[in-house]
């Protein structure tokens, strides 16, 4: 359960602010003239504050919630911009396109790659596959995993599969986060990428039904902050 203690405004009320910031194409100063034309008065700097401080949490909540995933993957990551630098948004969905993980890195590279693999097996069990593109970093962070499962005696290994077209897949999600990005004015800093960017990716799971509930998109959003 997510602490709001402290908080100056009602929990619901920023619980509201939180999913349709991340959910729909509505800037801070939108949002701030939404919310006044129904008598709440907040800051569109506190809105940010309230974005970044209550996504991550509830994408742990999320992950912890989520219905089952099939075991072949599709792995890929897309760009995103932080003062002006590119970042790299590391992605993953399954088969069936339910959203697995994602983690954003300032860095491109094998040690990454095996970060984000070592998070996304954390988060849900071994998969039998891994499609990947052309990456040879990404290539090299599941042999890199292959080998921890060997030195621990674990006779599991994950096949990798190399194909731009099956991969394709998990490019043609990207757009979904990639369209609530374009909305926005840019991050000023790694930190608020990461929190919202996890706040979207919870928006898009909750879309794709991944939660199981037949509520409305912000019930299943609130009910993640319990």
Same mark, same amino acid.
């Given at each position: 359960?997510?602490?709001?203690?402290?908080?100056?405004?009602?929990?619901?009320?920023?619980?509201?602010?939180?999913?349709?910031?991340?959910?729909?194409?509505?800037?801070?100063?939108?949002?701030?003239?939404?919310?006044?034309?129904?008598?709440?008065?907040?800051?569109?700097?506190?809105?940010?504050?309230?974005?970044?401080?209550?996504?991550?949490?509830?994408?742990?909540?999320?992950?912890?919630?989520?219905?089952?995933?099939?075991?072949?993957?599709?792995?890929?990551?897309?760009?995103?911009?932080?003062?002006?630098?590119?970042?790299?948004?590391?992605?993953?969905?399954?088969?069936?396109?339910?959203?697995?993980?994602?983690?954003?890195?300032?860095?491109?590279?094998?040690?990454?790659? &095996?970060? =984000?693999?070592?998070? +996304?097996?954390?988060?849900? *069990? /071994?998969?039998?596959?891994?499609? %990947?593109? $052309?990456?040879?970093?990404?290539?090299?962070?599941?042999?890199?995993?292959?080998?921890?499962?060997?030195?621990?005696?674990?006779?599991?290994?994950?096949?990798?599969?190399?194909?731009?077209?099956?991969?394709?897949?998990?490019?043609?999600?990207?757009?979904?986060?990639?369209?609530?990005?374009?909305?926005?004015?840019?991050? &000023?800093? =790694?930190?608020?990428? +990461?929190?919202?960017?996890? *706040? /979207?990716?919870?928006?898009?799971? %909750?879309? $794709?039904?991944?939660?199981?509930?037949?509520?409305?998109?912000?019930?299943?959003?609130?009910?993640?902050?319990?």
């Amino acid at each position: 359960m997510i602490s709001f203690k402290g908080a100056q405004f009602p929990k619901d009320v920023i619980l509201h602010a939180v999913y349709f910031y991340l959910r729909y194409g509505v800037s801070y100063r939108d949002l701030e003239e939404i919310l006044a034309e129904r008598g709440v008065v907040v800051d569109h700097a506190t809105l940010n504050r309230w974005v970044v401080k209550y996504s991550s949490l509830v994408a742990l909540a999320a992950q912890r919630r989520k219905k089952p995933t099939a075991v072949s993957w599709r792995m890929d990551e897309t760009y995103v911009k932080v003062r002006g630098v590119w970042t790299y948004l590391y992605r993953a969905v399954d088969r069936d396109v339910q959203t697995l993980d994602f983690m954003l890195s300032e860095q491109r590279d094998t040690a990454a790659a &095996k970060q =984000f693999f070592a998070q +996304a097996l954390s988060n849900n *069990g /071994i998969p039998q596959r891994i499609v %990947i593109d $052309k990456s040879r970093s990404n290539a090299a962070g599941i042999k890199a995993i292959n080998k921890i499962f060997k030195r621990l005696g674990t006779y599991v290994k994950i096949t990798t599969v190399q194909s731009k077209y099956l991969n394709n897949m998990v490019e043609q999600d990207h757009r979904f986060i990639k369209r609530r990005i374009r909305m926005m004015l840019g991050f &000023k800093s =790694f930190h608020s990428a +990461a929190a919202t960017l996890d *706040g /979207i990716e919870v928006a898009q799971m %909750i879309r $794709k039904g991944q939660l199981g509930s037949m509520e409305s998109g912000f019930r299943q959003f609130a009910d993640l902050a319990g």
